[in-house]
Structures are given as C-alpha cells and as structure tokens.
T-cell receptor, first 116, second 113 residues
C-alpha cells in the first residue's frame, strides 16, 4: 500500500480564494509530481520536483505554484482560485531511477477541487 | 506525434472474453514500460511492468516489441472487476520528460455480464 497522502480530499471554495493542496509521502522518495485530471480525461503533468529545493513546470501550463522544502512534503498553491481550476489534482512520488528504471510511481488519492 | 499513443476506447466486452490493448511509443531510447490501471474517480495504480522478454501475471500478459516500439496487454477471461481505464506508461528520455514517466491517454474497458 502506498504511503502517500493528500488533503483535503474534497474542497469547494469561492472564486478569488487562496488555497493550498497538501501532499505528503513517507517513502523517502526524491521525485514528486502534481497532475491535473478532469473526469474521463487524460492525466496532465503540471509540476514536478527532483528533490528538496527543486521545482519544475510540467507539460500543462498551470497558474498554481509548488514548493519543496522537505523531502516528504510537496504542497500546491493557487493564489486566486477560479472556476477554470475546477478539476482533480493527483500527487505522486517515485524513487530516483538511477539503479532501477522500473521503480514504481505511487499516486495519492487525489483532491477534487470545485471553484464556484 | 505524441510520445505514447493507445488504442481509442471504449472496449465493451462480455464476461469471459479475451481483450487486447495496444500502445506505441515514439522514443526508441525508452527503457522502462508499464501498464497502470485507473478505476473511475480513483488514482492510477501499477498493474504490471513490461519486460523485454514479456511477462505474465495470472490472466494478464504484457508484451514488448522494441523494434516496433509497441507494447501490448492481453486480458484473458475478463471479469466485471476488470472494468477500468488502462494506461500505457513509458519512461521519458528527452528534455523535460527525462526521468519522468509519460502516461498515455488510456483505454477504457467495460466488461458486461
């Protein structure tokens, strides 16, 4: 069972609010990821990190920002939420694949965000 | 050309059927390959890794053809519980994708009684 957690699981919030989605993993993984996924649609990578103090933008442009101050923690922040941000946000982690290209990537249960 | 391409879905099959999913990847330097499963409104989970020699796990068989850059997943004796979206996944080797897994759009399977 994956030791990766996301809070909150569901969030309904008004336009203009600042929100932070939390993601933590206890597996000591270096790499962490944020994906955005609309219902029935494909995963889109929006942010990733190779380790502490490393953050990179993914394939899909996002107005969100991330930080990685601790290995286990990779929060995502939206400064001013809009209805277009309504989606599911999935956090994931994976150990660096220097020695094993087949390291599994684990996903958290996701945060379903609705912006009114 | 997208880095990972999968059969368009959905696949609607009766219980007990054998179903095959195909996937192609664009970069010949890719070294690791996976099939993930995603249930409706859930997170993706690893179904199986795909090795060069092909591998089998119960009713599931995965094959890799490096020359054709092609991956397949065969499910025998389909169960209702196999209904899900199956994601073909390849490790990225270039630019911003390097070291990251690249997920296909997924193929939806619906097994009917």
């Amino acid at each position: 069972e994956a030791d990766i957690y996301q809070t909150p699981r569901y969030l309904v919030i008004g336009t203009g609010k600042k929100i932070t989605l939390e993601c933590s993993q206890t597996m000591g993984h270096d790499k962490m990821y944020w994906y955005q996924q609309d219902p029935g649609m494909e995963l889109h990578l929006i942010h990733y990190s190779y380790g502490v103090n490393s953050t990179e933008k993914g394939d899909l442009s996002s107005e969100s920002t991330v930080s990685r101050i601790r290995t286990e923690h990779f929060p995502l922040t939206l400064e001013s939420a809009r209805p277009s941000h309504t989606s599911q946000y999935l956090c994931a982690s994976r150990q660096e694949a220097f020695f094993d290209a087949y390291n599994e990537q684990f996903f958290g249960p996701g945060t379903r965000l609705t912006v009114l | 050309r997208k880095e990972v391409e999968q059969d368009p879905g959905p696949f609607n099959v009766p219980e007990g059927a054998t179903v095959a999913f195909n996937c192609t990847y664009s970069n010949s330097a890719s070294q690791s390959f996976f099939w993930y499963r995603q249930d409706c409104r859930k997170e993706p989970k690893l179904l199986m890794s795909v090795y060069s020699s092909g591998n089998e796990d119960g009713r599931f068989t995965a094959q890799l053809n490096r020359a054709s850059q092609y991956i397949s997943l065969l499910i025998r004796d389909s169960k209702l519980s196999d209904s899900a979206t199956y994601l073909c996944v390849v490790n990225g080797v270039e630019g911003g994708s390097q070291g990251n897994l690249i997920f296909g759009k997924g193929t939806k399977l619906s097994v009917k009684p």
